[in-house]
């Protein structure tokens, strides 16, 4: 009897097993689909931006290059604004830039300009974190961007890039995405790229920041 016993124990587990298997397998695949072979062209394209050590806060900075020319009057100056339009240049896709705008507050206009013309220049505007993740693993130019309330204070912009992660992870943390900023990295997500901004990045993307996606003719590059 003993021996039926745990034998029914057994099957029981086995059978909550194989009842979970599936939903714990579902929960860690991508969220956002995989990423196709422009998806990993654009992960290499940011790599090799070198911004990890380029358009570095507290310089001033050659806008396409990253480069820094000189230290800045401000030791809080940064420079995504600047980093997003020659990353949008390198790949033929034009974004609000210099001489058009100068370097200060340009992330605060480039945003007004991808909702009021970026639409005309190819952009096309995105509802969520989701879709901004799925259209950079499909190798498109996705942008996140926030435009501080107050216009005498610099909003943020940054590049999605290509990522598999999970559902559960999105929701929490936002896409993945290169930036320069405070913090320059080449593979951060959006919580912390975003947090020294307040009200940009809420959980499951109810934040401020907004997402816009343009198609790359990769066949064009080099």
């Given amino acids: 009897m003993r021996r039926m016993a745990t034998s029914a124990v057994m099957a029981l587990v086995m059978a909550l097993i194989m009842a979970l298997g599936p939903a714990g397998a579902a929960h860690a695949e991508p969220c956002c689909g995989k990423i196709t072979p ?63 705008h100068g370097q200060i507050l340009l992330a605060n206009a480039q945003l007004g300009w991808l909702r009021d013309a970026g639409a005309a220049a190819g952009w096309r505007s995105l509802p969520d974190p989701v879709a901004a993740q799925a259209a950079a693993n ?21 590049i999605v890039r290509p990522s598999e992660q999970s559902r ?26 975003f947090r020294h901004h307040p009200g940009a990045w809420v959980p499951e993307g109810r934040g401020g920041i907004r997402y816009y996606a343009h198609a790359i003719d990769w066949a064009k590059l080099p």
């Fill in 38 to 100: 422009a998806g990993e062209r654009l992960a290499r394209f940011l790599d090799g931006t070198g911004v990890d050590h380029l358009w570095i806060i507290g310089n001033r900075v050659n806008w396409e290059t990253g480069e820094a020319i000189g230290a800045s009057s401000k030791a809080t100056t940064t420079h995504c604004s600047a980093f997003a339009a020659a990353a949008g240049e390198r790949l033929g896709v034009y974004l609000l830039r210099p001489p058009e």
């Fill in 138 to 158: 499909r190798g498109e130019l996705v942008l996140e961007a926030f435009e501080n309330p107050n216009p005498e204070r610099p909003g943020h912009i940054a």
């Fill in 168 to 193: 559960q992870m999105l929701e929490r943390d936002g896409p993945r995405e290169t930036q320069a900023g405070e913090t320059n990295a080449l593979d951060i997500d959006t919580r912390e790229g």
